[in-house]
């Protein structure tokens, strides 16, 4: 804004021109990850919702999970976890060690936005020639329209391309409930008032996802609650909380896997993890300005 009317000089300090990606989309990442664990004896558990955590004195010795219907325990070393930050807190608490009252009210206020998302399968070889657009707008349904095959040309078929349209939204409301055919009527009327008058025409199919924690919502004192309960889950020695939901954060993919790498090897080489580790990872890429183009251009 500043920088619009003219009072800050120079360019954006966020968003590279260029970047690195997947070819085939950016699951093809976790796909090599999940190939060279399997290869190297590990185990990946698909299909399943994590239930709760057991611990011992100050330590997680055992992860509940639930697949199939069934609930299954796993012993475990240690924990990386990514799962909201409030949730993993009510996981270490139990009939004898209950949630601190200042640590339950703190993670209620420690809110999210969904997210759901409008997929369009397009028979038409572009529609713009941006990966992505934000949509400010409050009268327009999406707040963001992306286009796969901008990152990558195998992301369509040839010949052919296709949008996600982002839409904010909370869990249960009438957005994350509506049915499909209503959400893609609406979101095709904004997009023609938008000036993208083809795509309508264009559809082949359209299906939705859904995030159901997909922005962290900072209120005045957020970072205060965020300490609080990062506090609570520190006192367990071989758990550290980290991603966007875990460490309560909005941070890029990027981040979030670096976190997730200094995480195990602070695990690796220490069997726990030091106090100045967590807070290090907790915090990490938190500079005032953001690192994509040094990253990149390093």
């Known amino acids: 804004m500043m920088r619009l009317i003219g009072l800050r000089k120079g360019g954006a300090r966020t968003y590279a021109r260029r970047y690195l990606y997947p070819k085939r989309g950016i699951g093809e990442i976790f796909e090599r990850m999940?190939?060279?664990?399997?290869?190297?004896?590990?185990?990946?558990?698909?299909?399943?919702?994590?239930?709760?955590?057991?611990?011992?004195?100050?330590?997680?010795?055992?992860?509940?999970?639930?697949?199939?219907?069934?609930?299954?325990?796993?012993?475990?070393?240690?924990?990386?976890?990514?799962l909201a930050l409030p949730l993993?807190?009510?996981?270490?608490?139990?009939?004898?060690?209950?949630l601190p009252t200042q640590v339950r009210d703190a993670g209620a206020r420690l809110r999210f936005r969904a997210i759901r998302l409008v997929n369009v399968l397009l028979d038409m070889p572009e529609v713009s020639p941006h990966t992505w657009m934000y949509v400010s707008e409050p009268h327009y349904l999406m707040s963001r329209i992306q286009?796969?095959?901008?990152?990558?040309?195998?992301?369509?078929?040839?010949?052919?391309?296709?949008?996600?349209?982002?839409?904010?939204?909370?869990?249960?409301?009438?957005?994350?409930?509506?049915?499909?055919?209503?959400?893609?009527?609406?979101?095709?009327?904004?997009?023609?008032?938008?000036?993208?008058?083809?795509?309508?025409?264009?559809?082949?199919?359209?299906?939705?996802?859904?995030?159901?924690?997909?922005?962290?919502?900072y209120h005045l004192d957020y970072q205060r609650d965020r300490d609080c309960v990062l506090a609570f889950t520190s006192e367990t020695k071989n758990l550290i909380s980290c991603g966007r939901q875990g460490a309560f954060r909005y941070i890029f993919m990027d981040t979030?896997?670096?976190?997730?790498?200094?995480?195990?090897?602070?695990?690796?080489?220490?069997?726990?993890?030091?106090?100045?580790?967590?807070?290090?990872?907790?915090?990490?890429?938190?500079?005032?300005g953001l690192v994509e183009t040094q990253a990149l251009t390093a």
């Not at 993993?88 to 209950?98: E, G, Q």
Request: with cysteine.
């Open 34 to 82: 999940s190939d060279k664990m399997i290869g190297a004896g590990g185990e990946l558990v698909l299909g399943a919702r994590v239930m709760g955590l057991e611990r011992f004195r100050e330590r997680v010795v055992g992860v509940r999970y639930q697949q199939d219907g069934v609930e299954r325990h796993l012993a475990c070393d240690a924990v990386i976890s990514t």
């Open 88 to 98: 993993t807190s009510k996981m270490l608490a139990d009939p004898a060690h209950p």
């Open 147 to 217: 286009e796969p095959r901008q990152r990558s040309p195998y992301a369509a078929p040839p010949g052919k391309t296709s949008l996600m349209l982002e839409i904010p939204c909370d869990v249960g409301d009438a957005t994350w409930t509506a049915p499909d055919e209503s959400l893609y009527a609406r979101c095709m009327s904004d997009l023609k008032s938008l000036g993208f008058h083809d795509v309508e025409r264009a559809t082949l199919e359209y299906f939705s996802s859904y995030v159901e924690e997909g922005y962290p919502i």
């Open 256 to 288: 979030a896997m670096e976190m997730g790498l200094a995480a195990a090897r602070s695990i690796i080489e220490h069997g726990v993890l030091k106090d100045t580790a967590r807070r290090q990872i907790a915090n990490l890429r938190s500079e005032r």
